[in-house]
C-alpha cells in the first residue's frame, strides 16, 4: 500500500525557497508569499517523487520544474535533488539568470536541463531593474547553455513585436553557436494582487494590431508561397502556439469549455512541493494545503475549495479567448478580471482567430467555386 497522496503526475514544481536576487515590479509572488518556506530537504520528499514516477510507468521520467524565488540561489539544494532523482527525473530551471556560474552551466548541460532565462527584451530595466543579457560575462555562459529558453511577460513596457524581436537577435546569436534556436515563450501580465497600474495600463489597439501583423504573417508564410527564413523563427514559434491551441480546441476536442477546475493542472496532474513534503495550490503561493503523506480525497477537496475556475465557467464558456486562456488563471479575483485580465487575453488571441477565420472563408470558396 501507498505511502503517501497518490495520483499520477506528470510535473513536480520543487519550490526551493522564496529568496530572490531581483525585485520585478510584475512579480505574481509579492502579494501571496507570507511566510518563508523551509530549505532543508526532508528524505521523505525523494520516496514520494519515486512514487510518482513509478506511476508513470517503465518508460516515462516523472518532470520536476526547479522554482524559487530564484532558483539558482539554491544551487547546492538542486544538485543534492538531482543525484537523489536522476534516475527517474528530468529536470528543468527558470531563473532570472543573476546568479548563473560556469559551475551552473556545466551541470546543466551535463544533465539535458532545460533553463529559461526570464527576460523582457529592450525595456527590462523598466519592469526587472537588470538586463542579464547585457552583462557580457552572463551573455556569454547563458548562451553556452545546451537548452536554453526565453520567456517574457507582455505588458505596458513590453509588446509582442518588439519582444519577439529582441528575442530574436538572441536566438541568432545561439544558433551560430549551437545550430538550433533557444525556445521562447511569452505570458501576459496580470495581476494578483497589488502590481504598479503603470504595468498594466496597456494599449489593447496595440495588441490587437500587432497580433494581426503577426497572424497574417504567419499565415503568408507557412501556408503560402513565402519562404521561410531564420530571422522569421520567433515569429512563427510564437503563432504557432496559437495554430495549435485553435486544432486542439476545436478539432481535436468539442470546441465546449467543459472544465470545473483550473486548466494549468496546478493542485492535480501538476503538484507543487516545498522542500519538507508540504503541497500547495500553486507554486507562486506559500499558502499551504497539504502534505504528501495525506489522505488523496482530503487533498483534492482542499485543492477543489480554493479553486474559483468552475465559478466562471458559463462566462468563459460564451468568450473564443477560452480557446486560449482556458478559463485563466485560480489566482486571479473576480475584480482584477474584470479590469483588464480577459481584456488582455482577448486582445491577444481574437486577432489570430479572426485571420484563421478569413483563411477558413477563402479556402470554403476556392472549393465551392467562389
Given at each position: 500500500?501507498?505511502?503517501?497522496?497518490?495520483?499520477?503526475?506528470?510535473?513536480?514544481?520543487l519550490?526551493?525557497?522564496?529568496?530572490?536576487?531581483?525585485?520585478?515590479?510584475?512579480?505574481?509572488?509579492?502579494?501571496?508569499?507570507?511566510?518563508?518556506?523551509t530549505?532543508?530537504?526532508?528524505?521523505?520528499?525523494?520516496?514520494?517523487?519515486?512514487?510518482?514516477?513509478?506511476?508513470?510507468?517503465?518508460?516515462?521520467?516523472?518532470?520536476i520544474?526547479?522554482?524559487?524565488?530564484?532558483?539558482?540561489?539554491?544551487?547546492?539544494?538542486?544538485?543534492?535533488?538531482?543525484?537523489?532523482?536522476?534516475?527517474?527525473?528530468w529536470?528543468?530551471?527558470?531563473?532570472?539568470?543573476?546568479?548563473?556560474?560556469?559551475?551552473?552551466?556545466?551541470?546543466?548541460?551535463?544533465?539535458?536541463?532545460?533553463?529559461?532565462?526570464?527576460?523582457?527584451?529592450?525595456?527590462?530595466?523598466?519592469?526587472?531593474?537588470?538586463?542579464?543579457?547585457?552583462?557580457?560575462?552572463?551573455?556569454?555562459?547563458?548562451?553556452?547553455?545546451?537548452?536554453l529558453?526565453?520567456?517574457?511577460?507582455?505588458?505596458?513596457?513590453?509588446?509582442?513585436?518588439?519582444?519577439?524581436?529582441?528575442?530574436?537577435?538572441?536566438?541568432?546569436?545561439?544558433?551560430?553557436?549551437?545550430?538550433?534556436?533557444?525556445?521562447i515563450?511569452?505570458?501576459?501580465?496580470?495581476?494578483?494582487?497589488?502590481?504598479?497600474?503603470?504595468?498594466?495600463?496597456?494599449?489593447?489597439?496595440?495588441?490587437?494590431?500587432?497580433?494581426?501583423?503577426l497572424?497574417?504573417?504567419?499565415?503568408?508564410?507557412?501556408?503560402?508561397?513565402?519562404?521561410?527564413?531564420?530571422?522569421?523563427?520567433?515569429k512563427?514559434?510564437y503563432?504557432d502556439?496559437?495554430?495549435?491551441?485553435?486544432?486542439?480546441?476545436?478539432?481535436?476536442?468539442?470546441?465546449?469549455?467543459?472544465?470545473?477546475?483550473?486548466?494549468?493542472?496546478?493542485?492535480?496532474?501538476?503538484?507543487?512541493?516545498?522542500?519538507?513534503?508540504?503541497?500547495?495550490?500553486?507554486?507562486?503561493?506559500?499558502?499551504?494545503?497539504?502534505?504528501?503523506?495525506?489522505e488523496?480525497?482530503?487533498?483534492?477537496?482542499?485543492?477543489?475549495?480554493?479553486?474559483n475556475?468552475?465559478?466562471?465557467?458559463?462566462?468563459?464558456?460564451?468568450?473564443?479567448?477560452?480557446?486560449?486562456?482556458?478559463?485563466?488563471?485560480?489566482?486571479?479575483?473576480?475584480?482584477?478580471?474584470?479590469?483588464?485580465?480577459?481584456?488582455?487575453?482577448?486582445?491577444?488571441?481574437?486577432?489570430?482567430?479572426?485571420?484563421?477565420?478569413?483563411?477558413?472563408?477563402?479556402?470554403?470558396?476556392?472549393?465551392?467555386?467562389?
Open positions: 500500500m501507498s505511502k503517501f497522496l497518490k495520483r499520477k503526475v506528470h510535473t513536480v514544481f519550490m526551493l525557497g522564496n529568496n530572490c536576487n531581483m525585485n520585478c515590479k510584475y512579480c505574481l509572488q509579492h502579494p501571496l508569499v507570507t511566510r518563508q518556506l530549505n532543508k530537504v526532508n528524505p521523505e520528499i525523494y520516496d514520494f517523487l519515486k512514487e510518482c514516477a513509478e506511476e508513470l510507468g517503465v518508460n516515462q521520467k516523472l518532470h520544474q526547479f522554482y524559487g524565488g530564484e532558483p539558482l540561489l539554491y544551487f547546492e539544494t538542486i544538485k543534492e535533488v538531482v543525484k537523489h532523482t536522476k534516475d527517474y527525473c529536470f528543468s530551471v527558470i531563473t532570472n539568470g543573476k546568479a548563473v556560474t560556469k559551475e551552473m552551466v556545466t551541470f546543466f548541460n551535463t544533465y539535458n536541463m532545460p533553463v529559461t532565462i526570464s527576460w523582457d527584451g529592450p525595456n527590462v530595466l523598466e519592469t526587472r531593474g537588470y538586463d542579464v543579457f547585457a552583462v557580457e560575462e552572463k551573455r556569454k555562459l547563458l548562451l553556452d547553455i545546451e537548452q529558453g526565453l520567456s517574457a511577460v507582455l505588458s505596458s513596457k513590453a509588446y509582442p513585436l518588439e519582444i519577439l524581436a529582441a528575442f530574436q537577435s538572441i536566438s541568432d546569436e545561439y544558433y551560430k553557436i549551437h545550430g538550433y534556436q533557444v525556445n515563450n511569452i505570458d501576459e501580465i496580470f495581476n494578483t494582487g497589488d502590481l504598479p497600474e503603470e504595468l498594466l495600463n496597456l494599449d489593447y489597439s496595440k495588441v490587437e494590431q500587432e497580433m494581426l501583423e497572424g497574417k504573417y504567419y499565415l503568408e508564410t507557412r501556408i503560402g508561397d513565402t519562404k521561410t527564413k531564420l530571422s522569421d523563427y520567433t512563427l514559434c503563432i502556439r496559437f495554430f495549435g491551441t485553435l486544432k486542439r480546441f476545436y478539432v481535436e476536442g468539442d470546441g465546449k469549455f467543459n472544465r470545473s477546475y483550473c486548466s494549468c493542472g496546478n493542485g492535480y496532474d501538476v503538484l507543487n512541493l516545498d522542500l519538507e513534503g508540504n503541497l500547495y495550490p500553486c507554486h507562486n503561493t506559500s499558502h499551504q494545503i497539504g502534505k504528501i503523506s495525506d488523496y480525497f482530503s487533498y483534492l477537496n482542499k485543492v477543489l475549495a480554493v479553486d475556475t468552475k465559478l466562471y465557467k458559463v462566462k468563459c464558456d460564451k468568450c473564443p479567448a477560452v480557446a486560449f486562456c482556458r478559463g485563466g488563471c485560480k489566482l486571479v479575483s473576480s475584480k482584477n478580471r474584470a479590469e483588464g485580465y480577459c481584456r488582455l487575453k482577448q486582445a491577444v488571441f481574437l486577432p489570430i482567430v479572426s485571420v484563421f477565420e478569413e483563411y477558413g472563408r477563402q479556402m470554403a470558396g476556392e472549393v465551392n467555386g467562389g
